[in-house]
């Protein structure tokens, strides 16, 4: 529940808030139409429009995003400035953010994990394109997290690639999945839920020696204007000090839970 710190953490609620998202050192919460600013309607006029608490608000379709702000005392901010790149509000998905391949977030101060921490990071995403890589968060070379294609998901932690791959599972260009990435104790496995995998799918195998530092300074893409997302992303959480209690299967599908049940 929320204002939980590490350790065991209680049965979570099954709606977004009170208690659908721990709290605790470390955390970093983008909710899903919430703190999203337009500066630039879809013909690239200035305009202030912004969403509700999780509703459409004064955003209309088309509108340019400017900044998705972090939620629930979030220390950090996504942000654009320029206008071409700004992702956009796509209201028939039910999205703040739709990114077509040529936009992306910056983040207004790096997000930093250290080498020895564990970590966990939650991605609500439909990726509607896989003619390339694309990157769902990063920061250089160094520091991804991407979709190589629509079956391995590769984790870049400082230069060393680590990929998750299916025997034969996929992810459809037409269903949203919540990706979660746990590191606990150096181990790192992914998990995917969504689409043909209603309750949780391992996807790949668990790699037990997964040490090293990852910074994260773009949303949307691996460094900026590389390996550009195409699709949408609604709903991003990253415990940056510790699993965040997601390497327990039971936390894992109250967040679920939580995720899909917030309207």
């Not at 709290?23 to 006029?45: I, P, Y």
């Not at 900044?67 to 790149?85: I, L, P």
């Not at 919540?178 to 790949?204: C, F, N, Q």
Request: with cysteine.
């Amino acid at each position: 529940m929320l204002g939980q710190g590490l350790g065991t953490i209680a049965p979570w609620s099954t709606k977004y808030p009170p208690g659908g998202i721990p709290g605790g050192t470390g955390r970093k919460w983008f909710k899903q139409l919430t703190n999203v600013n337009s500066d630039e309607n879809s013909e690239g006029s200035s305009q202030s429009t912004s969403s509700g608490n999780g509703t459409q608000g004064t955003l209309a379709g088309g509108d340019k995003i400017n900044a998705w702000n972090g939620h629930d005392g979030t220390d950090k901010n996504f942000v654009q400035t320029e206008s071409n790149e700004k992702p956009t509000y796509d209201g028939s998905e039910k999205t703040a953010c739709a990114f077509s391949g040529s936009q992306f977030f910056d983040i207004d101060s790096d997000m930093g994990i250290a080498s020895d921490s564990d970590f966990a990071i939650v991605v609500r995403f439909k990726c509607t394109n896989f003619d390339s890589e694309r990157a769902i968060m990063g920061h250089d070379t160094n520091h991804s997290i991407s979709l190589v294609n629509n079956q391995t998901i590769r984790v870049k932690v400082s230069g060393t690639a680590r990929q998750f791959a299916p025997a034969s599972n996929t992810i459809a260009a037409d269903q949203y999945y919540i990706l979660t990435i746990v590191r606990k104790d150096d181990s790192m496995s992914t998990y995917m839920r969504g689409g043909a995998y209603p309750v949780e799918e391992l996807w790949g195998s668990e790699i037990a020696s997964a040490a090293g530092a990852l910074t994260i300074s773009n949303l949307g893409a691996s460094a900026n204007d590389t390996n550009n997302f195409v699709g949408f992303i609604s709903d991003v959480i990253v415990y940056t000090t510790n699993d965040g209690g997601l390497n327990r299967e039971s936390n894992r599908m109250s967040l679920y839970n939580a995720i899909e049940n917030k309207y």
